[in-house]
């Protein structure tokens, strides 16, 4: 009798430590609503310290689960992609891209973007508020959720949808665009057939084009040949669209690289007067 009491007692014993292991081991949820919302901006990389790391802006990342779509700014270059995030807050996103901009400071923006790319990160979020992503005992990744309200200066991926419209030059090569286009600005219309057309600040053109994930190539344009005061800053437009260009999309701002370096720069047109 008393050697089935012990063997009972030890039985029990042993189902109790297996709850509790097992209750402990237990993860709960992260809320969608806590991460969603507005942007998380990061604090450390690797353990050094953000400020460090970026001379200039800091990255973030902000969360779209109706997308499973995860953007932000890399400290210099926009980024998005598609990701995941388990019931285990086990949190992947392996295929972000990201534009390729000429960069002014010092970074590290390669390193975040990697370690943000490693699979299978394990996402954690403090009652102090603080969100950290971790490799097994490694935390790789701290963020702190900004206090500035979430705007749309978060970089999309461009696509037919999302550029097609008509957009007015802002900018290109960094020249006075009061001196090349005394009388108004060029334009460009794309539409969502591949064709594109407008002004190009004094004759008209018309052209053609293609685009591959955030490469677009345009077929030779064709203008009119109207007698104009100074066609240096049509001719320099031009130029721009006879080699392929690399797009990137923040806003209402269109922009268009070559090896790394902004050319061509253009705002949304509203249709506002």
Partial sequence: ??????????????????????????????EKAQLEGGSWVLKTLKGEPAQTAFSGELPNINFDFSKNLLSGSGGC?????????????????PQLASTMMACM???????????????????SLSKEGQLTFSEGKNVLLEFEKSQKTATSEVTNIVNIDNISGKWILSSIEGEDMAVLFPDKPASMEITTDGK????????????????????????????????????????????KLSTPLQAALTGDKLTFLSEGKVVLEFTKDTGDK
Wanted: glycine letters at 6%; a positive charge.
């Fill in 1 to 30: 009798m008393k050697h089935f009491l012990k063997s009972a007692t030890f039985f029990l014993t042993l189902l109790t430590l297996a709850f509790v292991i097992q209750s402990c081991n237990s993860v709960k949820p992260i």
């Fill in 77 to 93: 270059n926009r980024y998005t992609g598609g990701f995941t995030l388990s019931e285990k807050n086990i949190f992947s996103a």
């Fill in 105 to 123: 400071h010092a970074n590290k923006e390669s390193e975040f973007l990697a370690a943000l790319s490693t699979p299978n990160l394990v996402v």
């Fill in 196 to 239: 594109v057309f407008g002004n190009a600040g004094c004759n008209t053109y018309r052209s053609t084009f293609t685009l591959e994930e955030n490469t677009i190539k345009f077929g030779p344009a064709m203008s009119t040949k109207m007698a104009c005061p100074s066609l240096k800053g049509e001719s320099l437009f031009l130029s």
